[in-house]
């Protein structure tokens, strides 16, 4: 039986609006391309069109041979779950095209692959050939198209620019290695395309199979936190990086601290200068399925078990356990987020002149060299959005996730939709750690808690030492976790393996059983975030709430995508914080301090 591959996309220019779809068919045993097919469509949707593009797809395929089995590769995830039957089908324009294309071909002759947008470039072409030529008036032509041939011109130098990679299994660091090496290599000005798609498969199958596989901060095992150095009196505060693959230096875009590094009170920072690298072995729950997900990373996830391992306790500490928390200090008036060092001159740890010739009058280390030039750029180049020094106090939220329960340790989803446990022993006793810890600071002047009944005694036990009382808010609840709720990870991985690729691929998927999805999460906590920001303004506000929520707090005051959330580590009785100015910029002050639990 011959087996075809249909790839497929559609494309809408201001969705609506003109849009167009591409398919292609090639053949699975030897990667020839069988048939092409693309059309322009007048206005519509993206959605809309990609449908098109599937369905055109299959029957090209069935044209060349119906007993073939096919399967189908697209970038819409919309469409390979719908069509899959794993996501319900709502909108009335799908139905009909969904269910002319399930009459193609028999459904067992039919599989669906979604793959990334870079994988797809060769349909992709053919959409954009398609709406070029409406533009034009036109119709699209196969005589006068160049996709086929530009995407093998592509897959070619790509080809040409990698090194050989190592095989291993998902998550190994060799893959990792080789990956980001090609990434780095691809960048030569001749090479512009190739330098494209390495970067884009070294995402998709570096950071992919990476993603949780470390429990320390942003499980960046043996990544160093490439803070620069700041201006005198600043902390550095290494950010949640993501990272090329598990144990992978350099392999990130690692950012700076944010804010001037300031810490929350502007004190002078124990640490001054780059972050100490912060090595995390990996801890996962070994389940070799999971691409290397682990709970502690999967929201933090089996959401509330994310309680570090021995080895991740101490991440966070070297850049941050010093720097105290709460009212804005000298450093709050250097506004939101951008490089710690483009707010003031670089201060003496901080190099920018010439580099020095080594003992006996050899070149200066190319390395050096490099960080000079880095240096120089970094203080010479304005950041985007640095706001001005006059903007006032900023609403400083210290974000507190609360201590632990019997489900923490073992790592089960644990979300606003289970058994809602109190805290543990060891989950008391950490709440009255963080409590000594913030009335020896002094600078919390409200406690808002979710309603969930470990959070609530998290606040008690906090309030009471402060003399505070406590203001309940149902927009700081965690995530529900539907059918998961009380699950491991390896569990939900064995009971409901489709439901857990597609919510750990796609913000938008739900978890089993009709839970809430990260997207759905992220604009419930936007507006609580709002309001509290409104009601707090100049005011230091201590927030007592769950992993997800406190992680997307983080993820949208740094504008950093959904798949973040898999990228930072949250300890149970963590401290965070992140100050809000009046032009709504935000900048992250202190993340996952677990100093005072030590």
């Known amino acids: 039986m011959r087996e075809f591959i249909v790839e497929a996309d559609g494309g809408s220019r201001g969705n609506p609006g003109p849009a167009g779809y591409g398919s292609v068919v090639i053949d699975a045993a030897t990667g020839e391309t069988l048939a092409e097919r693309a059309e322009y469509i007048g206005v519509a949707t993206n959605n809309v069109a990609e449908y098109r593009g599937l369905v055109a797809g299959l029957r090209a395929a069935r044209e ?17 779950e719908q069509m899959s039957g794993r996501w319900k089908i709502k909108h009335p324009d799908m139905k009909p095209l969904a269910a002319e294309a399930a009459r193609v071909f028999p459904s067992d002759q039919v599989t669906y692959e979604w793959i990334p947008r870079e994988r797809n470039k060769h349909a992709d072409r053919l959409a954009n050939e398609a709406m070029d030529a409406g533009k034009r008036g036109e119709q699209w032509s196969a005589s006068a198209s160049t996709a086929d041939l530009d995407t093998r011109a592509s897959r070619s130098v790509a080809a040409a620019a990698a090194p050989p990679e190592p095989t291993g299994p998902p998550g190994d660091a060799a893959v990792g290695a080789a990956r980001a090496r090609a990434a780095l290599a691809s960048r030569r000005p001749t090479a512009e395309t190739a330098a494209r798609a390495n970067d884009a498969d070294a995402y998709a199958t570096g950071v992919g199979t990476g ?9 960046t095992a043996g990544a160093p936190a490439a803070a620069p150095s700041a201006a005198p009196g600043a902390s550095a505060v290494a950010p949640a990086v993501p990272a090329a693959g598990p144990g992978e230096p350099g392999a990130a875009a690692r950012t700076p601290a944010a804010a001037g590094g300031a810490a929350a009170t502007g004190e002078p920072a124990a640490h001054v200068g780059p972050a100490v690298p912060v090595v995390a072995p990996a801890a996962g729950s070994g389940e070799p399925g999971a691409a290397g997900r682990t709970p502690a990373a999967v929201g933090g996830a089996a959401a509330e078990a994310g309680e570090p391992t021995a080895t991740s306790a101490p991440a966070a500490a070297p850049a941050t356990s010093a720097a105290p928390v709460g009212a804005a200090g000298p450093a709050a008036s250097v506004a939101p987020a951008g490089p710690a060092t483009s707010a003031a001159p670089a201060g003496p740890s901080t190099s920018v002149g010439p580099a020095a010739p080594a003992p006996g ?23 985007a959005g640095w706001a001005p020094a006059d903007m006032g106090a900023p609403a400083t939220f210290v974000l507190l996730r609360h201590g632990e329960t019997p489900l923490t340790p073992q790592k089960r989803f644990s979300g606003s939709g289970g058994s809602d446990p109190s805290l543990s022993g060891a989950g008391r006793e950490q709440a009255e750690r963080v409590a000594a810890a913030l009335a020896r600071r002094g600078t919390i002047q409200a406690i808002v808690a979710s309603p969930l009944a470990r959070t609530r005694e998290t606040a008690a036990i906090v309030a009471a030492r402060l003399g505070l009382d406590v203001t309940i808010d149902d927009g700081l609840r965690e995530t529900d976790f539907g059918a998961w709720e009380g699950l491991t990870f390896g569990e939900v991985r064995e009971r409901h393996p489709r439901d857990l690729d597609a919510w750990l691929a796609d913000p938008e998927a739900a978890p089993s059983g009709g839970g809430e999805s990260f997207a759905a999460t992220a604009a419930r906590i936007a507006v609580t975030r709002d309001r509290l920001v409104a009601a707090h303004a100049g005011r230091t506000v201590l927030l007592v709430s769950h992993v997800t929520p406190i992680k997307t707090l983080l993820r949208l005051a740094l504008g950093a995508p959904p798949e973040s959330l898999f990228r930072m580590e949250l300890s149970a009785a963590s401290l965070s914080a992140v100050a809000y100015y009046a032009d709504g910029n935000a900048s992250v002050r202190l993340f996952n301090d677990t100093s005072h639990l030590r």
């Open 64 to 80: 060349l041979d119906p007993s073939a089995e096919v399967h189908v590769r697209m970038d819409s995830k919309l469409v390979v």
């Open 211 to 219: 993603i949780g596989t470390g429990t320390g901060v942003g499980a």
């Open 361 to 383: 009058g050899q070149p200066p280390d190319v390395k050096a060299a490099a960080d000079v030039r880095a240096a120089r750029a970094v203080r010479d180049v304005p950041a």
